[in-house]
């Protein structure tokens, strides 16, 4: 009755509040959904600094676990297993991580791994992790130098073995009988890069030289639904473009960390041969990786689409439909 009267004396007043309580809600249920897919991509960022914790604490109580392991004197092997058994998990509890031409990874000796690089090269922790826990292998990395100046990374790039790199220590890595993972892209591929999976390498060399001076196998290497996971927002890519020539340093705004279908195929090697310049061997390396997006991603690529991929009868339907594509191809 107050209410009524209240309304009766002064309706815009009544009216108004309503009218904010309704325009709050709706605004409320507007941008839930957009500040979570801002918010994801910080999980990421968390699970880096977890990283970081347990190897710092195993860093500083190194001597009591050795004793307790009796493991041999690479003291970060331990160290190791522990986050790699954490970023395994969380690839196949969150992403249905799998790794396909596992078998093209040499046992032993050395190899390059060339990468398409994704807005977060999460899949490169993932297929790390699997290769420490199933070969025993690490692979070492080159990272951008701006990595290197974010607190605790310094921690985690002793533990992985994750340096600058230069032809010269690329060489001398391979040489030592190590597997070596480059992304020739880099950070611009992954500032730039979009659903279409384009190859954003401007003209870059320096794997192929690494490769020919150290005499090596090169295999091509692409996550499936990369780009499903994280993407950039798509608007003011000029200005960013801008921005990141000037600074050097990401600077395009991620959203995402869906929990979509990830698959990592390993290509057939492409084997050392002296006959090649730096130049043929970019361009076979680049058509070896674009052939396995051509057939193992949907372009260009989609959210919904990479979700569903999570779910078995979608992947044996979509495997169905790839062998009578491929069967028509061939008639």
């Known amino acids: 009755m107050d209410t009524f009267i209240n309304f009766i004396k002064n309706p815009q007043t009544i009216l108004s509040a309503y009218i904010d309580l309704d325009y709050s809600l709706w605004l409320y249920r507007f941008l839930t959904p957009l500040m979570v897919t801002f918010l994801l991509p910080l999980v990421f960022v968390a699970l880096i600094y977890i990283s970081f914790l347990v190897l710092f604490i195993y860093k500083l109580h190194r001597q009591v676990i050795m004793r307790s392991v009796q493991t041999d004197r690479n003291f970060w092997r331990v160290g190791r297993k522990i986050v790699a ?83 010269q220590s690329c060489v001398s890595i391979l040489r030592d009988g190590n597997l070596l993972a480059i992304s020739p892209g880099g950070v611009y591929e992954a500032q730039f890069g979009d659903h279409y999976y384009e190859l954003l390498w401007r003209n870059r060399l320096g794997f192929a030289k690494v490769a020919q001076e150290a005499k090596v196998p090169v295999i091509p290497c692409f996550t499936q639904n990369l780009r499903e996971g994280f993407r950039q927002l798509g608007i003011f890519r000029t200005f960013f473009m801008r921005l990141y020539n000037k600074v050097r340093i990401p600077v395009y705004p991620i959203y995402g ?65 790839t062998c009578a594509s491929s069967k028509n191809k061939s008639d």
């Open 85 to 167: 058994a954490i970023w395994d998990a969380h690839a196949r509890i969150y992403h249905g991580y799998e790794v396909i031409g596992l078998d093209n990874v040499p046992q032993e000796g050395p190899a390059l791994i060339i990468y398409y690089h994704g807005a977060i090269p999460i899949d490169m922790y993932y297929l790390n992790s699997r290769m420490l826990l199933q070969r025993e292998r690490l692979i070492y990395t080159v990272g951008d130098r701006f990595l290197f100046k974010i607190p605790g990374w310094g921690t985690i790039s002793e533990a992985f073995q994750i340096s600058p790199g230069t032809v």
């Open 257 to 321: 960390g869906f929990p979509v279908k990830f698959r990592t195929y390993l290509g057939k090697p492409i084997e050392y041969d002296e006959n090649l310049t730096p130049q043929e061997l970019q361009i076979k390396v680049a058509t070896a990786i674009e052939d396995l997006i051509n057939q193992h991603q949907r372009l260009p690529g989609s959210i919904l689409w990479a979700l569903l991929d999570r779910l078995p009868a979608f992947k044996r339907h979509q495997k169905n439909s």
